[in-house]
């Protein structure tokens, strides 16, 4: 048979399986949907909620609020995802002996969980495995268990590189620059409940221009000073006190923070401030396909990161921002307009919010005093606090070694007046 033909029929019989697996899940969980209802009308108090229900079965109230939404669900493969255990469920058709349940339907319940059992550990393997294939075509499936799975890496990655945060945070500023061809890009990094686990931990952030340019990038603080030559750059009034002391060493278009020194236990946040002045082209003809970029890379491991971006009305005037979040682990950071890179973004449910207009509407759960840092720093850079429109995305446990991006497509300069 020619490679091409076997292909062709491999391909086909795998397509056959995942259908006839997507089939029984439906069928079991609506099976087992269907019985456990059954039990629970017999069942005094389960139309009341999970705590009168765990009293009158005896049970613990976690588990009876997971077997309840399952039971409510409207979806079958909803009801494979939300159900406890095939253990925990016979516990509960047991309780449910001693308040009279009819035998025929405690009998039809243990072989619906039974056959639950079975498609996990015949069908699947185990119920991690059962997991990630509901993953692909349950949302809420798939939202805990991306949660989960970025959770386990995170203790994983903090371990291993003896370092963590509670709150990684960006925010990028899309200025026009006093050069009215070009953009000013401002930096904000603020890392909160930051803690060094082992005495080695090196604790490092990056900022770089995404695009060539034949200027060199001089990288200033707030007060204009050339930020290689300042001895400490934190902002020292948003950081734990003492203020940590953070280095700049600036690298061609990178440049690296470093902080001295964090004790064991210690737990301090930083605050940076970096400006650019006229970083990036002001415009772009649209009929290039260009889009202009800033990105958030994770590079120290953390609980929570915000990224936001703050735009000028006149910089991408009515675009919104679109997101991809790439694998950085192997060809280093990628460049938004590089097509080639495509193959490594992340396929990870995260969304770009909207903020709305001027710093009043930027606040911040996340990072404390958040909407002062930023009214401080357009104080100091004279910029007007009720013209950026803002953006965000802000998600749990990032993984170690992506990097997020929110582009604008770029837009020509306007039209010459008549």
């Given at each position: 048979?020619?490679?091409?033909?076997?292909?062709?029929?491999?391909?086909?019989?795998?397509?056959?399986?995942?259908?006839?697996?997507e089939?029984?899940?439906n069928?079991v969980?609506?099976?087992?949907?269907?019985?456990?209802?059954?039990?629970?009308?017999q069942?005094p108090?389960?139309?009341?909620?999970?705590?009168r229900?765990?009293?009158?079965?005896?049970l613990?109230?976690?588990?009876t609020?997971?077997?309840?939404?399952?039971?409510?669900?409207?979806?079958?493969?909803?009801?494979?995802?939300?159900?406890?255990?095939?253990?925990?469920?016979?516990?509960?058709?047991?309780?449910?002996?001693?308040?009279g349940?009819k035998?025929?339907?405690?009998?039809?319940a243990?072989?619906?969980?039974?056959?639950f059992?079975?498609l996990i550990?015949?069908d699947?393997?185990?119920?991690?495995s059962?997991?990630?294939?509901?993953s692909?075509?349950?949302?809420?499936?798939?939202?805990?268990?991306e949660?989960?799975?970025?959770?386990?890496?995170?203790?994983?990655?903090?371990?291993?590189?003896?370092?963590?945060?509670?709150?990684?945070?960006?925010?990028?500023?899309?200025?026009?620059?006093?050069?009215?061809q070009r953009?000013?890009?401002?930096?904000?990094?603020?890392?909160?409940?930051l803690?060094?686990?082992?005495?080695?931990?090196?604790?490092?952030?990056?900022s770089k221009?995404?695009?060539?340019?034949?200027?060199?990038?001089?990288?200033?603080?707030?007060?204009?000073?050339?930020?290689?030559?300042?001895?400490?750059t934190?902002?020292?009034d948003?950081?734990?006190?003492?203020?940590?002391?953070?280095?700049?060493?600036?690298?061609?278009?990178?440049?690296?923070?470093?902080l001295?020194r964090?004790?064991?236990g210690?737990?301090?946040?930083?605050?940076?401030?970096?400006?650019?002045?006229?970083?990036?082209?002001r415009?772009v003809a649209?009929?290039?396909?260009?889009?202009?970029?800033?990105?958030?890379?994770?590079?120290?491991?953390?609980?929570?990161l915000?990224?936001?971006?703050?735009v000028?009305p006149?910089?991408?005037?009515?675009?919104?921002p679109?997101?991809?979040?790439?694998?950085?682990?192997?060809?280093?950071?990628?460049?938004?307009?590089?097509?080639?890179?495509?193959?490594d973004?992340?396929?990870?449910?995260?969304?770009?919010?909207?903020?709305?207009?001027?710093?009043?509407?930027?606040?911040?759960?996340?990072v404390?005093?958040?909407?002062?840092?930023?009214?401080?720093v357009?104080?100091?850079?004279?910029?007007?606090p009720?013209?950026?429109?803002?953006?965000?995305?802000?998600?749990?446990?990032?993984?170690?070694g992506?990097?997020?991006?929110?582009?604008?497509?770029?837009?020509?300069?306007?039209?010459?007046?008549?």
């Open positions: 048979m020619p490679a091409s033909s076997e292909r062709a029929r491999n391909k086909s019989a795998q397509s056959a399986s995942h259908e006839t697996l089939l029984r899940i069928r969980g609506a099976t087992l949907r269907a019985r456990l209802a059954r039990i629970l009308e069942v108090g389960a139309d009341s909620g999970p705590q229900l765990a009293s009158e079965l005896k613990d109230k976690v588990l609020s997971r077997l309840l939404k399952a039971v409510r669900s409207d979806d079958a493969m909803s009801v494979i995802h939300r159900a406890p255990g095939p253990d925990p469920l016979r516990r509960v058709v047991r309780a449910s002996v001693r308040h349940v035998p025929d339907d405690i009998s039809a243990y072989s619906a969980v039974d056959e059992e079975e550990r015949a699947v393997g185990d119920r991690s059962l997991e990630a294939i509901l692909s075509w349950v949302p809420e499936a798939r939202r805990d268990f949660l989960r799975r970025k959770q386990a890496a995170f203790r994983a990655i903090s371990q291993l590189k003896g370092m963590q945060a509670d709150v990684f945070a960006e925010t990028a500023i899309f200025w026009p620059s006093d050069d009215p953009m000013d890009v401002v930096w904000i990094k603020a890392v909160t409940g803690a060094r686990l082992r005495p080695s931990a090196v604790v490092k952030f990056t221009r995404g695009v060539e340019s034949p200027d060199r990038r001089r990288p200033l603080t707030l007060a204009g000073e050339p930020i290689e030559t300042v001895k400490n934190v902002i020292a948003f950081c734990t006190e003492p203020a940590p002391e953070v280095t700049a060493r600036v690298m061609g278009e990178q440049t690296h923070y470093l001295e964090v004790n064991l210690d737990s301090v946040r930083i605050v940076t401030v970096e400006v650019n002045r006229a970083e990036i082209p415009f649209a009929s290039r396909g260009r889009r202009a970029w800033a990105s958030s890379d994770v590079t120290i491991p953390a609980q929570r915000q990224f936001d971006m703050l000028h006149e910089c991408f005037p009515g675009e919104h679109d997101l991809r979040v790439y694998d950085t682990t192997i060809l280093g950071t990628a460049d938004r307009n590089d097509p080639a890179r495509e193959i973004v992340l396929d990870i449910i995260e969304n770009v919010d909207q903020l709305g207009v001027g710093i009043a509407r930027f606040g911040s759960s996340d404390p005093r958040y909407r002062q840092l930023v009214e401080h357009f104080e100091q850079l004279g910029f007007d009720a013209l950026p429109r803002g953006y965000r995305v802000a998600t749990d446990y990032p993984v170690h992506s990097q997020y991006v929110m582009s604008f497509r770029t837009t020509g300069p306007p039209a010459a007046s008549a």
